[in-house]
């Protein structure tokens, strides 16, 4: 069978992967099988199971808990857009944002549990990726939550080629008289779990259910907590993103497919009621709504209660204690919830 060039991109993974060793054991950790024994499960999704949706899918494969994962996610704009000649808007199918690889159905995993996603490896699955600016859309423009007079920016796609040896990303301006180059930071744009009560929510949204986060600690090295709403968690992830600046402004990171390589635990009831992120030296929360004050409000609040968890301190100590230890980078302000994300650094925790 001759493979054509979107296959061979998509097997990539299995050809080229190895294996990540474990960095330092993380706090909240339970692993349910040693590295010796971990089951492993490779998978890259034709185009035709990609999905659209957190929740409302069936499951494409089952996981078993401490199972690990190596695969591999297209790019927010299904592949199809390529350089600044393909405009999302005359190439993209309504409703085909931020393609999903998923859904997997955790076995054992019920409401009141808590999935575990550690993050190994995440590695461009390209040599290049896009950026795009499109008319309601983006920070500084209009759009149809905040409406004004005035005509829409043009849409606009920068292409970006990666340079691995360098770990940068480098494009030109529209003229081809300036050149830049972003340092290369994979990360994925979309982690989450199916909601509650059997809702399907778009993949451009985000939530207490994890998704459209948009968030730079969505990285390797990194665990990610998200609660389990109906059996299985119902795990998806994709919007791969090899750079990002802070906020989002334009709409879109630097955008592009990826290979995957996380392993899932099973947090048996412990409830997460909203994201939280974890390494070796930080603790993080992320709140998600608008307005972008009230994405702060979740994600300070659920600080709180985290450090409460851990150190057993009372109220309104753990209050005054995030309060003066906080960083709350604004992760962007563009999806139709907002995300703001709360970091504590853990030498810093009451003692």
């Known amino acids: ?68 994962l190596v695969s591999w996610s297209e790019d927010c704009f299904d592949g ?23 859904p997997f159905y955790v076995d054992g995993a019920e409401p009141g549990d ?5 993050i190994l490896k995440l590695e461009p699955g390209r040599d290049y990726g896009v950026s795009a600016f499109g008319p309601g859309f983006g920070a500084l423009n209009g759009t149809d939550r905040t409406a004004m007079l005035g005509a829409d920016l043009p849409e606009t796609v920068w292409r970006y080629e990666v340079d691995r040896a360098k770990g940068m990303v480098r494009t030109k301006s529209r003229d081809g008289r300036y050149s830049w180059e972003v340092p290369l930071a994979p990360f994925l744009g979309c982690l989450g779990v199916a909601p509650a009560s059997g809702e399907a929510r778009s993949t451009l949204v985000p939530g207490n259910f994890g998704g459209n986060m ?13 609660g389990v709403n109906i059996p299985g968690g119902l795990l998806s992830f994709g919007d791969g993103h090899f750079a990002m600046g802070e906020g989002e402004i334009i709409g879109a990171a630097v955008e592009g497919a990826m290979n995957v390589e996380l392993v899932v635990d099973l947090l048996k009831k412990k409830s997460t009621t909203w994201p939280r992120i974890e390494n070796a030296d ?8 608008r307005p972008l004050e009230d994405a702060a409000r979740i994600a300070f609040k659920d600080m709180v209660q985290w450090i409460r968890e851990i150190t057993g301190i009372q109220e ?5 204690f995030v309060s003066q230890n906080a960083k709350a980078p604004i992760v962007q ?8 994300l709360v970091k504590i650094e853990k030498k810093r925790l009451p003692h």
């Open 316 to 320: 309104m100590d753990a209050y005054q």
């Open 1 to 68: 069978m001759i493979q054509t060039q979107e296959s061979k991109e998509r097997d990539a993974p299995f050809r080229t992967w190895r294996c990540a060793s474990f960095g330092p054991a993380l706090a909240l950790i339970a692993s349910t099988a040693q590295a010796a024994d971990r089951v492993t499960l490779q998978y890259v999704p034709k185009p035709s199971e990609l999905r659209y949706t957190f929740g409302g899918a069936p499951p494409i494969r089952h996981l078993k808990p401490g199972s690990r």
């Open 333 to 340: 302000i563009v999806d139709p919830e907002y995300t703001v």
């Open 114 to 118: 808590t999935l575990a996603i550690r």
């Open 214 to 226: 948009d968030c730079p600690e969505v990285k390797a090295g990194n665990t990610v907590y998200l």
């Open 80 to 102: 199809k857009v390529k350089g600044p000649e393909t405009l999302p808007s005359k190439v993209v199918l309504p409703g085909h944002d931020n393609p999903q690889t998923g």
């Open 282 to 289: 930080w603790i993080m929360s992320l709140g998600a709504a």
